[in-house]
Structures are given as C-alpha cells and as structure tokens.
C-alpha cells in the first residue's frame, strides 16, 4: 500500500477520533461516539499492517492476542467501584508503549545510520527527532511508573496516604534535571544508547516519587494527570516517528486530561502545585474536634430516618467515595425507587470530585440503574437546597463541610461545597465522627437540622428501605 | 525544519480541536471520556505495530512486541471498558 493511502487513512483515522470524543458530549450520542473512535483505530491499525517495513505478521499478531485478551477480561471483569484503579493502569501501558516505541525507533536509526544509510544519519542530528524521543521516553516513564503508584493506592496496595519527607521537592528536581541532562548526553553520543536506558530509570523514579506523596482524596487530580501525560507521550512519539495521527490523536487526549486536571483543581479551590506538592491532609487538632462537636451530635435511628423521608417531599442524596467502599449504589437505587414510587422527588447532588477519579459516582449511579437526570451537578442543586426536605449525605465529607464559606484560614477555604446545611434536615449516614480527607472536623455534623445516622452506609440504607417498608 | 513546522502545526490545532470538543463533555460522563480517550492514546499501537513487524535488530523487536502488547491492552480494554460504561448510561432513556 503506498504512503498516500497509509495517511490518508490515518486521516480518516484522526476525524474518527474527533468525531468520537464529539459523541461523548450527550448520553444519547455517546455509545456511537465511543465506536467511532474505535473503527478510526480499527482502520489506524490495518493499514499499518500494510507498511512496507514490515517483513513478520507472526510477532505482531501475538502482541494482539496477548495485550487484546488481557485488555479484554479486565474490561469486562472490573467492577464499577474499582474503575479508578483501571484507568490509572490503562494510563500507565500507555505510557509504557510510547517510551518503548521511542526507544525501538531510535535503536533501528543507529542501527541504519551505522549501516551507513544516509536518511538515517540526517535523522540522528535532526532536532526535532531527538527531542521528542527524549520528551517521550522521559513522560512515558513518569506516565508508567506514576499510574503504577496511583493503581497500587487505589488497589490498597500502597499506602493512600501521603508519604512526604523533608527534602521531597529537591529530590525530584534533581531527578527532573537529571533525567534531561542524561538525555542530552544521548543526542550528543546517539550511539550510547545505555543512557536512553538510564534516562527512563530516572525519570522512573520520578514517576514513583510524584504520586507517593499524594493522597487517596486528590487522586482524581492525579488520574486527570496521568490521562493528559499518556497522551502527551503519544504525540512526542509522533514527533518521532513524523506521525500525523500520533500527533493528533495524541494532542487531543493530552488536552482531555488538562481540561479535566483544571476541573477537579478548580473544585478543590486549590492549584494543581498544590495538589502534587503542597501539604494537605494533616492531622487536626484534637481539641478543636471536641469543641465543635461536644454536646451538639445528635444520633439517629433508621425507623426516625424512614419517616423523616416518607413525609419529605424532596429528598437530595449527596454520595462520596463512602458509597462505592460500601457497595451501597444498589442499595440507595432500592431506596430511590422505593421513595419515587410513594411520590417523593430524589435526586443527587454530585460533587466533581467525589470519589477517586472524575464522574466516578456518576458511573456507580448509572451501573445501579438510577437514570442519569437525576444526576445534578453542584451548581445545578445548591441554588434549589432551600427547597430540599432531607438531604442524605452517604460517605462523603469535605465536599459537604460548610466551613470552605465560613472560614478563610481552612485547608478548605474557598473550595465549593454542596450546601447540604440549607436543607431542612440533613441526615449524614456515616461510620463515626472521623475527618475525611482534610483532616480537619465537620461542623455539619453538630447544626441543629443535622442528624447523624451511625454505621455502614448499605446496612443503614438497607435497615432505612426496611422501616419504609414496615411503617 | 519545514517539515517540523508542518508537524508542529498539526500538534497545536489539534490541541486547540480538542479543548473545543473536549469542554462539551458533561461531567456525568467524565469516566467515560477518560478512558475512551485512554484508548485513543493507546495510538502508539501503530508504532509499535512497525517495530515488532520490521525487526531491525532483536532488541527492537522485543521492545515492539512489548509496544504492541502494551498498547493493545490499552486500545481493546480502553474502548470495551467504555463501551460497558456508556451502555449503562444509556439504558434509562
């Protein structure tokens, strides 16, 4: 197949791409626009079958079979609740793959320039070449390892906490410079190279060290991150490579994953260096906690939630990453239901960054059967609180703390919250009086039309549909 | 250098394309579009393809193979995942 047909293709391929992200701006569109962006990589992938170069099906078709079925069963495999974790590793084999490429095609470039091949000469002293394999094996790396780190804390298999150490920013600029300054040692010596290879080790490390630090509450910002950073290693590739679609499909995913960085940030009231270096989540202080609350909780029963919910008119449920540790989505659809067959009017307030990644309550929501116009975004809700007989807070606490209005000097000042204190009554069903990600206390929990309902959120909302049910 | 501004080029408004299309995203759908993005990132499976095919030397060829397998779990899992996603969204029309 000539040249012309292969990017003619890859043309179709990119419009495919952009035409596919365009579906995903409506539920209704979506699932079309989803397989659109499949069929341009589809066609992406067969015609590159066709290049010229390559001499041996039987490798490729076994990276297929292999990388297809291990894609394949985690994707169908997965629960909704450990999505999170998914796309972080999904992120992370992106990364993985662009930093190889790279890597393969600056070896074959040696290998023809040494061969004597005069193309290939040129392309070791062109700028633009190095450069981007550089840019690409040190992003790749930090893409890689950085998702390893964000799946093994969503997995539980490394500390969600973050692991911070005096010294932490010097360390990774030296590792930033070091990693570049090995990488110019490559455009200057292309034939070492070993320090290709010793430039990924440290820009590994890297990875390792920018997502220990940071914990369980802001890894939304992190996957966003990751997102754009695997995406931004493809495009490098595709200055590597002189690939168009690389380039394009690269540059769009690279600026989703901005797009949705800046959201999550934008809803912490907080900067994206603060979000990957500055503290948060330290201890409070233990007296503070006992002057907010002492005296002012009031604890509450499933029978009195039952019927506090069966004479409300209007119910808002506020869901946090409680809810999918809980499993509870199930449980709050039987209520959702249960409640909108008596008349009353459900709905939840989402919160953007509930839960450990953008829209994940969204998608547990969604997997429960609950339709998706009942899904209200905050600014959509919080003008309509007033209004709001009961709101249930299930497993969620920064996002609902009324001091980010009330007190300038919180580690949440500023941050947009939902304004579940306006309701009427707000019952937070929740295991104990414990902060949440901020580490700092809830005067929520001690207003006067708060309710606190103690314990796990499916057994609470289970023994709450019981009493309905009874009563 | 003609040939980098071309390429350079494409990268920028492509970047500007996709901050148009990606800003019309609504935020239910924001897993979604992460991980069908996530697939589409996963572009380097035609590098990878040409690595593991062309077989210069056996390193770069176990580097492609490598590529493709990292790739393909990206692309096939990326858009199945978002597939299964989306199919719950739509559902409840």
């Known amino acids: 197949m000539s040249e012309a047909i292969i990017n003619l293709a890859y043309l179709v391929a990119s419009a495919l791409f952009v035409l596919g992200l365009k579906g995903l701006a409506h539920p209704r ?13 589809l066609i ?24 297809g079925a291990i894609g394949a069963i985690l994707a169908v495999k997965i629960q909704m609740t450990a999505m999170p974790q998914l796309v972080g590793l999904y992120n992370g084999f992106g990364g993985g793959a662009s930093l190889l490429v790279a890597g393969a095609a600056w070896i074959e470039t040696l290998t023809m320039a040494q061969a004597g091949d ?29 998702s390893l780190v964000a799946f093994g804390k969503l997995q539980g298999l490394v500390t969600e906490k973050p692991v911070r150490y005096t010294g932490e920013q010097v360390v990774k600029v030296i590792l930033l410079v070091g990693s570049i300054v090995l990488g110019v040692m490559l455009i200057q010596t292309p034939e070492h190279i070993t ?10 490390v890297l990875g390792i060290l920018l997502v220990m630090p940071i914990g369980g509450a802001d890894m939304p910002v992190v996957i966003a991150l990751l997102n754009s950073y695997s995406g931004l290693a493809a495009a490098a590739t595709g200055f590597v490579l002189s690939n168009n679609v690389l380039i394009i499909a690269g540059s ?46 009031k604890a509450t029963s499933p029978e009195e939630v039952a019927m506090l919910l069966e004479t409300a008119r209007r119910v808002v449920i506020v869901p946090g990453y409680g809810m999918a540790v809980a499993q509870a989505q199930h449980a709050v659809r039987d209520l959702f239901n249960l409640l909108e067959s008596k008349g009353v009017t459900v709905e939840f307030a989402i919160h953007p960054v509930a839960g450990r990644m953008p829209g994940h309550m969204n998608v547990l929501l969604a997997e429960a ?35 980010a209005r009330t007190d300038p000097n919180s ?27 901020a580490g700092i206390p809830n005067p929520l929990f001690a207003l006067d039309n708060t309710l606190m309902l103690f314990g796990d959120g499916k057994k609470m909302i289970q023994e709450i549909i019981n009493a309905i049910k009874e009563g | 250098m003609t040939d980098f501004v071309m390429i350079l080029t494409i990268f920028v408004l492509a970047i500007f394309v996709g ?15 992460m991980s069908g993005s996530n697939a589409i990132s996963g572009i380097t499976i035609i590098g990878a393809i040409i690595s593991a095919g062309s077989q210069h030397t056996a390193l770069t060829t176990i580097l492609g193979l490598m590529a493709v397998i990292f790739a393909t779990i990206n692309v096939v899992g990326g858009f199945m995942v978002t597939h299964r996603m989306l199919e719950m969204f739509k559902r409840k029309e």
Not at chain 1, 195 to 204: G, L
Request: with cysteine; aromatic share 8%; hydrophobic share 50%.
């Open chain 1, 118 to 146: 005069a193309q290939a000469m040129a392309l070791l002293g062109n700028e633009q070449f190095s450069v981007a394999t550089i840019a690409s094996g040190i992003i790749g790396a930090v893409t890689f390892w950085g």
């Open chain 2, 19 to 33: 901050f148009e299309v990606i800003t019309k995203v609504p935020p239910i759908l924001h897993t979604p579009l």
């Open chain 1, 195 to 204: 320090y290709y290879w010793y430039m990924v080790a440290v820009a590994s």
């Open chain 1, 29 to 41: 569109t979506a699932v079309r626009g989803n397989l659109m962006g499949a069929l341009g990589m």
């Open chain 1, 369 to 403: 059967d609950i339709p998706y116009d009942k899904l209200k975004e905050m600014d959509e809700i919080n003008p309509q609180m007033e209004q709001v007989d009961v709101a249930i807070v299930l497993g969620a606490n920064d996002v609902v703390n009324p001091v």
């Open chain 1, 411 to 437: 580690p949440i000042a500023g941050m947009p919250i939902i304004d579940v204190d306006k309701a009427r009554t707000v019952v937070v069903i929740k295991r104990s009086l414990s902060p949440g990600f």
């Open chain 1, 44 to 67: 992406a992938i067969v015609v590159t079958l066709f290049h010229k170069d390559i001499i041996d099906y039987k490798l490729i078709f076994t990276g297929f079979v292999i990388g």
């Open chain 1, 252 to 297: 769009l995913v690279g600026a989703s994953g901005i797009i949705l960085t800046n959201i999550m940030c934008k809803a912490m009231n907080r900067s994206l260096l603060n979000v990957l270096f500055g503290g948060f989540g330290e201890v409070a202080e233990a007296a503070e906690e006992g002057d907010i609350y002492a005296g002012k909780i």
